[in-house]
Nanobody, 123 residues
Framework: QVQLVESGGGLVQAGGSLRLSCAAS????????MGWFRQAPGKEREFVGG????????YYTDSVKGRFTISRDNAKNTVYLQMNSLKPEDTAVYYC????????????????WGQGTQVTVSS
């Protein structure tokens, strides 16, 4: 099973940008669909976006469309989340996750998770 480690979180002003990285261990990374989730205090974990194993297909929740971009580099076993035009409501712990299920928005379908990285957007 793949193991995941996120990095790149931090404090940023509204309107700013951050790029999160998720490094995966194992030789099977390129077989996994990858997803990004986030969880704000007192709220349920929320799907942000996902990417197919090849990287050709990406999909996002409506609130981040046009602002966030997911990409991956299978040679580096890494998936990225580029976040632009950040808003205070984007403040959350961000998690990457792996699944063999195609194009799923449900956290229950993901069976490997990173430890999370905090993103704080100040107004």
């Amino acid at each position: 099973q793949v193991q995941l480690v996120e990095s790149g979180g931090g404090l940023v002003q509204a309107g700013g940008s951050l790029r999160l990285s998720c490094a995966a261990s194992g030789r099977t990374f390129s077989r996994y669909h990858m997803g990004w989730f986030r969880q704000a205090p007192g709220k349920e974990r929320e799907f942000v976006g996902g990417i197919s194993p090849s990287g050709i297909s990406t999909y996002y929740t409506d609130s981040v469309k046009g602002r966030f971009t997911i990409s991956r580099d299978n040679a580096k076993n890494t998936v990225y989340l580029q976040m632009n035009s950040l808003k205070p409501e984007d403040t959350a712990v961000y998690y990457c996750a792996a699944t063999m299920t195609m194009r799923t928005y449900s956290a229950r379908d993901y069976n490997a998770w990173g430890q999370g990285t905090q993103v704080t957007v100040s107004s």
